[in-house]
């Protein structure tokens, strides 16, 4: 299927109708030859048992195949590298549930809450190393960036749990954090395709910065939603970012605030209180001292920088015009 | 350093030594490289801090230069793999000590029981990534072999755990699990630089079983070694397996026999008491019905066939008289 291929039922842009076409039949034959037992926790995790046709929209995937697109590559020829980003992904955020403690992903039980820690600690190193190996098979330069962008993630998501230990955490901080932990894998996803269309130097650096913007734009729309998103939409529980103590960037942009309501919110965010109605209080605060709109417009800002650079990265204008709808859609997701 | 140089102060095999003088620098270069929050944790397990020179023999590391040598290969030339499957190898430590929820590692609290599960879960998947990255750096069949050992081990860990949920195990599926768990990764370390030396598919071959068979050893030496050897030299706390109830070599070529032994340990076996008594009494039974003895006899015959594979695989009379030195002190460990 092209990505120019009108979409059928499924409402999706091309990219991500393409992801799901391509990229979903390569990543369930990969998982299946796990070991079994291994195989099973990611197919659960994937949303692949129970005849499910996978949970996850491919967002990552589908930036490389519109990318591909918008350098006149067929999708298909990324797709064993979409494959093994994908993978990646998958493998970090096994092992993220485990380290937040989150028992729900997607609206059903975590891995780890489902099958153990034991079991979903080792499914995710066989999806990193799956991962690696598969990059490897699209060639030596596919492997090396996607080797090194997720080495960027877990250092990113290491200095989120530091961060979150650190009530003097700024906003430059909550973009360093994002920068690794959120845009390295998207530049990723951007570059990859134009190392193999041997993309100018300058193409190459417009994408990665796109990448680059996107990855922290999706991050604050990401920590806005835990505050005031919809669980439905989410597939998580509300707040439990807020609950656990997280410093997101609503809460860091307001918790050194003046005032009696930088008081107050200070005090509830000490306390040990869990309720919904100490949260309820807690993200109203947020609100009123302005959080969320400095956290609103911190994604807008650089969503904006975002969609500038993937204009100027010389792809083809569809491309550009498909890569632009993504960008958008990640940041502001509806479904 | 050469492996042909004489040992200084350390008393170790010649490649044991090239091992220390060559990976160790580069082990720790590459770990200090890592997210400071990962490097202390990665740090702390390898026993570099507080002016430690490292806790681990290097032994894969070891097998390496000691393979290399036997192909007229400077040992200092398969630095960056051995190196790489020191990371890959440590990785999986880290994971696994979560995983068996042990708190004891070369006598001193593992490294999530230091830093709390979260950072240790991301030590070892940075450490994965890391070992992968740097496999990369030594060609791509490198890192073929290492990615494709390193999922080998991942399925055999995942096998092991599941056996010890089902008491009909047998011998052949303990060889199984080791040959995947333990086996794995020593192949990798015999073939790595015989692809590098461009040896023949027979020596090649040769090695390969070499590999298979030192790993069914070693790990057979390893659950004689959790009931009957001696935690000062282990480094862990003694029968950790034994009260965990893991089916060991030793237990499952007992659990099932005949007569009043047979019928007492499974009695102890299904209790949850975990006291002192009650494991040396299980010990003793174990003794008694002969599975000290199987597993001694299983671990010769093992050692015996990787012997003898080394000895037809081509190598320099040095290098294979290396080897099996190397063979001896590893299934058989005296420090």
């Known amino acids: 299927m092209s990505t120019s291929a009108v979409p059928v039922a499924s409402g999706l842009p091309p990219s991500l109708e ?11 034959e990969r998982v299946r030859a796990l070991q079994p037992d291994l195989a099973q926790v990611c197919l659960y995790h994937l949303g692949l048992t129970d005849g499910g046709g996978g949970t996850s929209k491919l967002v990552r995937a589908g930036l490389m195949m519109a990318a591909a697109a918008g350098l006149d590559l067929p999708p298909r020829e990324v797709g064993t590298e979409a494959t ?3 993978l990646l992904h998958n493998s970090t955020l096994l092992h993220d549930d485990i380290i937040d403690d ?3 992903r997607r609206g059903q039980p975590s891995a780890w809450s489902a099958f153990g820690v034991p079991l979903a600690v080792l499914a995710g190193d066989a999806m990193q190393a799956a991962g690696l190996r598969m990059a490897l098979d699209s060639g030596d330069r596919q492997a090396r960036l996607a080797a090194d962008a997720i080495s960027l993630v877990l250092a990113g998501q290491t200095d989120e749990l530091m961060l979150s230990e650190d009530p003097a955490a700024s906003v430059a901080q909550f973009e360093q954090v994002a920068t690794r932990k959120t845009s390295a894998l998207l530049e990723c996803c951007l570059t990859a395709p134009a190392l193999r269309a041997d993309a100018t130097d300058a193409a190459l650096a417009a994408l990665r910065s796109a990448g680059h913007h996107l990855g922290i734009a999706w991050q604050a729309a ?18 439990g970012d807020l609950k656990r103590r997280n410093l997101t960037l609503p809460v860091l942009t307001t918790l050194a605030a003046d005032g ?27 609100e009123q001292i302005g959080g969320r709109q400095a956290a609103q417009d911190l994604s807008r800002h650089h969503l904006d920088q975002a969609l ?6 010389g792809l083809t204008a569809a491309g550009t015009d498909e890569l632009r709808t993504l960008f958008h859609l990640i940041v502001h997701r509806t479904t």
Chains 1, 2 share one sequence.
């Open 102 to 104: 989150d028992r729900t």
């Open 260 to 286: 009696p309501a930088g008081t107050r919110l200070r005090q509830l965010w000490r306390s040990a209180d869990t309720t919904a109605t100490h949260l309820d209080e807690m993200a109203g605060l947020i």
């Open 84 to 86: 093994a980003v994908e």
């Open 18 to 28: 393409s992801a799901r076409s391509i990229v979903w039949p390569l990543l369930e």
């Open 222 to 239: 990401n920590d806005l939603e835990d505050i005031w998103g919809d669980p439905a939409v989410t597939g998580k529980p509300a707040r």
């Open 308 to 313: 500038n650079y993937v204009s100027h990265a």
